[in-house]
C-alpha cells in the first residue's frame, strides 16, 4: 500500500520525501524510481503533455528518461529557456531530442506509437509529439520571420505528410483558402502562426469534424493554460500516507 501512494504521491510537486516516515524512505530508496517520478512530476506540472514520458518508462524501463531527459527540460525550464504556457510545442521537440539520445530514434518511434494520448482519443503519443515537432518547425515561416518554410525536421517519421504541411502553410501565408479537407491540418498550421482564432475557424468548417471536436478541445486547454488553467486535469488521488503510533 505504501509503493502504491508513493507512486502518486511522488509526482506532487509539493511532495517532500524528506519528511516522510523513515520506512517509507527506506521503500523509496529501494529501487530509485522516487527521484525518478519526482523529477517527472516537477516537469508535468509545468508541462502536461510531457506525462507520456511516464509511459515511456513503462515501455523501455530505463530510468534516464527522468534522469536525463525531464532533469534536463526542468532545468531549462527553470533558466527560462522555454516558455512552456505560450511555446510548449518547444518543449515538446527539444523532450524527443533527448529520447532520441538515450533511447534511438526507432525505438522512440516504436514506443510512442504504442500509446495513446488521453486527451486526444484514437491518436497515438508518436502523432501528437510529430504534429507539436511541426508546428514547432513551421512557426518561424508562419510568424513571419523566415522567408521560406524550413527543411523537414530530422525527427519525422517518414509516412508523416511533410510537404502538405509546408503546401497549406504557404498558402495560409500567402492568404489563400484552403478545402475542407485541409482544415484539420491547416488549423495546426495557423496554431503554428499563434492565430488560435484562425485555427478555430478552420475547425469549426473542417469535414472531419471528430477530429476537429477533438482539436478544439486541445486548442481550448492551450489558450486555458494562457489565463487561469482552470481545465488542466486534476492530480490523480490516491491513498494518504498515514502512520498511527500505536497505544
Request: charged share 25%; with cysteine; glycine share 6%.
Amino acid at each position: 500500500m505504501i509503493r502504491e501512494a508513493l507512486y502518486v504521491a511522488d509526482l506532487r510537486p509539493s511532495f517532500d520525501i524528506s519528511r516522510q516516515p523513515a520506512e517509507v524512505q527506506a521503500i523509496d530508496r529501494k529501487n530509485g524510481m522516487g527521484s525518478v517520478l519526482r523529477t517527472i512530476g516537477r516537469l508535468v506540472a509545468d508541462v502536461p503533455q510531457t506525462a507520456m514520458l511516464l509511459q515511456v518508462i513503462n515501455y523501455s524501463g530505463d530510468l534516464r528518461v527522468g534522469t536525463t531527459v525531464a532533469e534536463a527540460l526542468n532545468a531549462r525550464i527553470a533558466a527560462k529557456q522555454f516558455d512552456p504556457i505560450n511555446n510548449p510545442d518547444a518543449v515538446t521537440a527539444a523532450m524527443l531530442d533527448g529520447l532520441d539520445y538515450i533511447l534511438g530514434r526507432k525505438e522512440r518511434e516504436n514506443i510512442l506509437a504504442g500509446f495513446g494520448v488521453s486527451e486526444m482519443r484514437g491518436e497515438t503519443a508518436e502523432s501528437f509529439v510529430e504534429r507539436a515537432l511541426t508546428r514547432f518547425a513551421l512557426a518561424p515561416f508562419m510568424q513571419g520571420g523566415a522567408v521560406q518554410p524550413p527543411p523537414r525536421p530530422q525527427q519525422l517519421a517518414a509516412a508523416f505528410p511533410w510537404e502538405q504541411w509546408v503546401g497549406l502553410a504557404t498558402k495560409l501565408k500567402a492568404g489563400e483558402p484552403v478545402s475542407p479537407q485541409d482544415r484539420v491540418v491547416a488549423a495546426d498550421v495557423m496554431i503554428a502562426a499563434d492565430r488560435p482564432s484562425d485555427a478555430l475557424a478552420l475547425l469549426k468548417t473542417a469535414d472531419d469534424w471528430k477530429t476537429a471536436l477533438l482539436r478544439t478541445h486541445d486548442l481550448a486547454l492551450a489558450l486555458d493554460r494562457r489565463c487561469a488553467d482552470l481545465l488542466r486535469p486534476a492530480v490523480a488521488l490516491a491513498q494518504p500516507l498515514y502512520r498511527f503510533d500505536p497505544r
